[in-house]
């Protein structure tokens, strides 16, 4: 079975940058659509980014600019580039496979 991994999320003032990483157990990339979804207090999940077996990209309008999300075969871990951050960006940033796997999860938290 597939397991996902979260890591590098933390506390930022608006107008920062966080790293988010996704190691993924297996080997997936090629062969899966890896997504990054987000949960803010009080709101449903919503989707942030994913990337299909070919490298294309698809992100929220929200984010458009600012998030870049990437692959990296070869370390079979999945990115999530934030910059310029904005405080409604505080969530819980999960990672996932096709929308069935998915990971447990790290704290975005953005200041104002």
């Known amino acids: 079975q597939v397991q996902l991994v979260e890591s590098g999320g933390g506390l930022v003032q608006a107008g920062g940058s966080l790293r988010l990483s996704c190691a993924a157990s297996?080997?997936?990339?090629?062969?899966?659509?890896m997504g990054w979804y987000r949960q803010a207090p009080g709101k449903q999940r919503e989707l942030v980014a994913n990337?299909?077996?070919?490298?294309?990209?698809n992100y929220a309008d929200s984010v458009k600019g600012r998030f870049t999300i990437s692959r990296d075969n070869a370390k079979n871990t999945l990115y999530l580039q934030m910059n310029s951050l904005k405080p409604e960006d505080t969530g819980v940033y999960y990672c996932?496979?096709?929308?069935?796997?998915w990971g447990q999860g790290t704290q975005v938290t953005v200041s104002s």
């Open positions: 990337i299909n077996t070919n490298g294309r990209t």
């Open positions: 297996g080997r997936i990339f090629g062969i899966n659509v």
């Open positions: 996932n496979v096709d929308l069935v796997i």
